[in-house]
């Protein structure tokens, strides 16, 4: 567990920067609210941005990674956030195993798998947080089903409000498993136990269904709010293929792909092993199966549920994986014996240190390349409007991909909003509607700048003379990152590069001629 630990803090601080697809975008909303509450610089935003009010979940990242802005630098800022959600994965995974099974093995090693993913790659900080916080919702329902008492009750309160407030998703998972464990613990109730059965299970039902009525009224109010959920489903049974494979195990290059598998194959085949164990000993319930039931149940979800609904790509299967394996690995926990455990977690544990080596390689790339293409902040002036145009978001070192299977570099320039009051024109969040910061409508690049796949594309389109004519800001300065000059070859881009040829000159480049900044001529 502390060499664990001690890679997973050596992954996040090692690196100058711990850039993820998203995460710059987090941070950089961060700092904007960050400083607009404290009045700074509010003039200047308000111009551009309206704060959201509305009780939508997505919240609670955007707050914590605003509170060490007090005092560090957004990239620090960042690592901070980020050690807390390790953290909270570590400890809440080791004391829900502790509850469940009372003894220690080299098992809970797995846990490590489960801090750093996909989805934690692609800069999904709600996501990843809201999956931290599962395991504290889980284990606080389990002490409240335990020792109903005031003090339980609001710590599974606590818990389940800041999953609501982080990510929706993990909240949904959240409830399912507590009510599939309201099921596991009323049937294997003993007889001769005071209160019947169906008298437990209703009390629980309800306590559970008293708990959670706000946060589900205020869900139905965000679904329907959002257009509906208007699912379609339809098998895809080649996720389960994926799931052996631990796909989204994967953060960025291709070199994680057979430690990932090798995880996915030994959970798989442990929990397979165990229900076959469980079958010939002929086990028919034990008080703990609730988190098998709700297994079965995101099981369906993920086979079923399509990637798309609620008008958005959701990319379900990437975050239901993420569960099954999560809930597979309790379900092993404690059922199987300890030294087939202590086998498992040992293989997994090698699996973890193997991929940290590979991370941390191409982390250290990535890192030297944002500082590459954020070194254009010291040239650009504060209050000042800015345009990314990228033409490599999985990046480039020595015309070699960073990162093949990730686009990390998608949002990397963010960091510079965080070091002066600036407007980065590709701020996505900004631009979902169901984050605490929105664009104004005038000055929404994504309504009045962007032109048939948008400036976020490769390549990018974009027609500037739009954005001015109808937002009344121009934009002073464009920076490319990994310009490749086959882009003149897609007619759409031409228009914006005739654009920048005429409004704009180049005024810095950085040493690897990966980075160019352009100013808008006077």
């Not at 003039?43 to 914590?64: A, E, M, T």
């Not at 949002?411 to 965080?418: E, I, K, V």
């Amino acid at each position: 567990m502390i060499a664990g630990v001690a890679m997973c803090l050596a992954q996040i601080w090692w690196p100058e920067y711990y850039l993820t697809g998203d995460g710059p975008c987090h941070l950089y909303n961060a700092r904007v609210l960050h400083d607009m509450w404290n009045g700074v610089n509010t003039q200047f935003y308000s111009r551009f941005y309206d704060i959201n009010y509305n009780p939508n979940p997505n919240w609670l990242s955007n707050v914590l990674l605003g509170i060490p802005l007090y005092f560090a630098s957004g990239p620090v800022a960042e690592k901070m956030f980020l050690t807390l959600y390790a953290g909270l994965v570590t400890g809440g995974f080791y004391l829900l195993l502790k509850k469940i099974s009372g003894s220690s093995s080299y098992w809970i090693t797995i846990v490590f798998l489960f801090v750093f993913h996909h989805t934690l790659a692609k800069g999904f900080y709600n996501f990843s947080l809201s999956t931290a916080l599962w395991f504290w919702m889980i284990w606080s329902w389990m002490r409240f089903v335990d020792k109903r008492n005031t003090i339980n009750t609001l710590i599974f309160f606590l818990f389940t409000a800041l999953s609501f407030f982080t990510q929706l998703l993990p909240f949904v998972f959240g409830v399912i498993t507590c009510a599939a464990l309201i099921c596991s613990y009323t049937l294997s109730r003993e007889r001769d136990e005071k209160l019947s059965a169906l008298n437990y299970f209703i009390q629980n039902a309800i306590l559970l269904g008293i708990l959670t009525a706000p946060f589900l009224a205020l869900m139905l109010w965000f679904t329907n709010h959002e257009g509906g959920t208007h699912i379609t489903l339809h098998h895809h049974y080649y996720r389960l293929i994926e799931l052996v494979q631990f796909k989204y195990a994967i953060n960025a290059v291709k070199d994680e792909s057979f430690a990932a598998a090798l995880c996915g194959m030994t959970i798989v085949a442990l929990l397979i092993a165990s229900i076959a164990m469980r079958v010939k000993a002929k086990v028919i319930v034990n008080k703990y199966d609730g988190f098998f039931y709700s297994l079965l149940i995101i099981m369906a979800i993920y086979l079923f549920f399509p990637e798309n609904f609620m008008q958005r790509d959701i990319l379900i299967s990437m975050r239901a994986q993420l569960f099954l394996l999560i809930l597979a690995g309790i379900c092993i926990s404690y059922t199987l014996p300890q030294p087939i455990k202590n086998a498992g977690g040992l293989i997994l544990f090698i699996c973890f240190t193997f991929l940290t080596v590979v991370r941390m390689n191409y982390m250290n790339k990535a890192a030297v390349a944002t500082s590459d293409y954020n070194s254009v902040a010291a040239y650009i002036r504060p209050y000042s409007v800015v345009l990314p145009l990228d033409f490599a978001p999985e990046g480039k070192d020595h015309d070699h991909p960073i990162a093949s299977r990730n686009y990390l570099f998608t949002h990397a320039l963010q960091y510079a909003g965080t070091q002066k009051p600036l407007i980065i024109l590709d701020n996505y969040e900004a631009n979902a509607g169901y984050f605490p910061l929105l664009w104004r409508y005038t000055a929404n690049p994504y309504a009045h700048l962007s032109t048939n796949n948008g400036f976020e594309a490769t390549p990018p389109s974009a027609d500037i003379d739009n954005y001015a004519k109808v937002s009344g800001h121009t934009i002073d300065y464009i920076v490319t990152w990994c310009y490749d000059t086959l882009a003149l070859h897609d007619e759409h881009y031409r228009l914006l590069h005739a654009q920048v040829k005429q409004q704009y000159h180049q005024i810095y480049t950085s040493k690897s001629h990966r980075t160019a900044l352009y100013e808008r001529n006077k």
